[in-house]
């Protein structure tokens, strides 16, 4: 499976330190050097109560959603996570299989964002992968 992430810190160390090391790919938090939780990323489609939860927690959160079920997760999930401070963004299926496929021991990509679409040039082919806001606070 191919996950994805934006509004991070700029620096990729920098946020790995920050989430020190998480053993979760699914949920990972963001922390300060005080404990604070600066972001909380779910990847999936977690529980409406869990992002209640996280919102009240943290300072941001940030849910990607892509697979299959993501709109039957979306319908019923939309009222609760409105109300709370969820970023949700949703990756079309399609495009993540594609690049999934294309994955390859060593590989050379390059990547152009539009709006919300990324063009991925791999050595072989160019796959687009979508995605739509569901969620903006």
């Not at 191919?2 to 090391?21: K, V």
């Not at 939309?78 to 060593?106: K, M, N, P, Y």
């Amino acid at each position: 499976k191919a996950a994805f992430a934006s509004g991070i810190l700029s620096n990729i160390y920098e946020f790995h330190r920050y989430t020190r090391d998480s053993a979760f790919l699914y949920h990972t938090l963001a922390k300060s050097f005080d404990g604070r939780i600066l972001k909380w990323i779910e990847v999936g489609e977690p529980s409406a109560e869990r992002l209640r939860k996280a919102s009240h927690t943290a300072n941001e959160v940030l849910v990607y959603s892509f697979n299959t079920k993501s709109e039957l997760w979306w319908s019923r999930s939309a009222a609760v996570i409105s109300t709370a401070r969820v970023h949700a963004v949703q990756f079309h299926w399609e495009g993540l299989t594609e690049l999934a496929t294309s994955i390859q021991r060593t590989l050379g990509l390059s990547i152009t964002i539009v709006d919300q679409s990324a063009l991925i040039a791999t050595d072989s082919k160019t796959i687009e992968v979508t995605w739509r806001i569901l969620n903006q606070p």
